[in-house]
């Protein structure tokens, strides 16, 4: 059982009795009669084959108050995108999987390419942001929840909770982040948001002074977490980037177009566990390596939007600021997790504080040398108004693949 602390800043929701998931799945019923609601799932096809999805479809089988699921499906052929479809069946609800590599919707990527308005990474920002066009061209929810396709720990405790706010009629919420301690097998993991997140935006507040934006960040609990929900009106103005940046990105969109007492966050979930990427120090496109950069990057942009101005000095600054306040941060984590009986491993956790502060460096350099260079996908309001008829395009082409590839559908020989 948690504290019932507040920040001042966003509302916390906590989770202060352990309410049975019947009784919140009761009243997520009797709101879901003026606010359906959607679930958006961002799924790579390699998640199909992996440890955590089947549990997830399976808590998610007995939902009872959502009314669609949206799947977007990344790096899937014509014949898993068929396995997809098969594998996603079991649901009660109105599913639709989006084969994102598929040639309808590489079709709509066209059109949006030839106006400049479409992606340009691959990844889970793009996905989202398709999920998201197509739950608008729908037009059947009022409130969508997202989270990830690989979470180990799910029960469906986890999306009642996150819906939550933003469905309940008589809150004024439009976003709600999920929040949780990331603990399991006797580990503290959530490496990037201990040991890059708050040790950054702590130093930040140090070198570049008060700053509203920065006190707002730090005020959430699990700033990168994977789960949130909210409003679907919100998805209209929402500029998204393509990369990791995505969490930070969210969040700073949420904090430019709404009050803060209109955003929230809620505890979601006792135990989270999910897939591990790897550190990856000698590889600086992937694993937490190239997440610690792009979001050291999505930050130092978004301070700059606020008229912060930065310069190499400047960055040097932050690294050892940073780096000073990681450290000290490392001898907090150990002592939580010793009174807890958890295990830290101090040698690793200074090994990813080293990595983070070289690539806060590298993140600046880019910075300076590339300042107009920014990955953010154009907002869905936007992209209607330079082509009006790309919601229904969108729709079709959805439509049709889910028709043509439904279970059952004999192939054409
Ligand atoms: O949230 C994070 O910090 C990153 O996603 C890394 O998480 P992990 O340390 O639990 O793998």
Same mark, same amino acid.
């Given at each position: 059982?948690?504290?019932? =602390? ?36 961002? $799924? ?42 098969? =594998? ?11 084969? #994102? ?11 949006? +390419? ?12 793009? #996905?989202?942001? =398709? ?12 409130? /969508? ?10 029960? +469906? ?12 009629? #008589? ?35 140090? /070198? $570049? ?6 006190? &707002?960040?730090?005020? &959430? ?9 909210? +409003? ?25 177009? &709404?009050?803060?007492?209109?955003? $929230? ?58 780096? +000073? ?33 070289? #690539? ?37 082409? /959805? ?5 043509? &590839? ?8």
């Amino acid at each position: 059982m948690g504290d019932f =602390y507040q920040n001042g800043i966003v509302t916390t929701l906590h989770n202060l009795c352990r309410r049975p998931v019947e009784e919140l799945e009761a009243e997520l019923m009797t709101f879901s009669q003026s606010r359906p609601m959607a679930l958006v799932l961002p $799924c790579l096809y390699s998640e199909l084959e992996g440890p955590a999805l089947k549990h997830i479809v399976t808590e998610l089988a007995k939902v009872p108050f959502l009314d669609q699921i949206v799947i977007g499906l990344d790096r899937a052929n014509e014949e898993q995108y068929r396995h997809a479809m098969a =594998y996603f069946s079991e649901l009660p609800q109105h599913v639709r999987v989006l084969w #994102n590599d598929g040639p309808r919707l590489r079709q709509v990527d066209l059109l949006l +390419r030839e106006q400049g308005l479409a992606p340009t990474e691959m990844g889970k920002g793009r #996905n989202v942001w =398709y999920c998201f066009g197509y739950v608008l061209a729908c037009n059947r929810a009022r409130s /969508v929840a997202l989270h990830d396709c690989d979470i180990l720990t799910y029960s +469906r405790d986890l999306v009642a909770r996150l819906i939550y706010p933003v469905a309940n009629p #008589n809150f004024n919420y439009m976003f709600c982040k999920g929040y949780y301690a990331r603990v399991a097998d006797g580990k503290m993991n959530g490496r990037v948001s201990r040991l890059l997140v708050t040790p950054l935006i702590r130093a930040l507040k140090k /070198v $570049c002074g008060p700053s509203d934006f920065l006190d &707002y960040l730090d005020s &959430y609990r699990y700033p990168l977490a994977g789960e949130f929900s909210l +409003r679907t009106d919100v998805i209209n103005d929402l500029r998204i980037p393509s990369d990791w940046g995505l969490e930070v990105g969210v969040l700073s969109e949420m904090k430019r177009n &709404y009050s803060t007492n209109r955003l $929230c966050q809620v505890d979601i979930a006792d135990v989270y566990d999910h897939k591990h990427q790897e550190l990856s120090e000698h590889d600086s496109s992937r694993g937490l390596s190239k997440m610690s950069t792009d979001i050291s990057k999505a930050v130092f942009r978004k301070l700059a939007t606020n008229g912060e101005i930065f310069s190499q000095e400047k960055f040097r600054t932050i690294k050892a600021t940073y780096y +000073r306040i990681a450290l000290d941060f490392i001898e907090t984590y150990q002592n939580d997790a010793v009174i807890n009986g958890l295990s830290l491993d101090r040698h690793k956790e200074e090994k990813a504080v080293e990595l983070f502060a070289r #690539n806060i460096m590298k993140a600046g350099a880019y910075f300076l040398e590339n300042p107009m260079d920014t990955p953010f996908i154009p907002s869905w309001s936007r992209v209607k108004s330079a082509l009006p008829d790309i919601m229904e395009a969108l729709h079709d082409a /959805v439509e049709v693949d889910n028709r043509e &590839y439904r279970p059952g559908i004999v192939e054409p020989s």
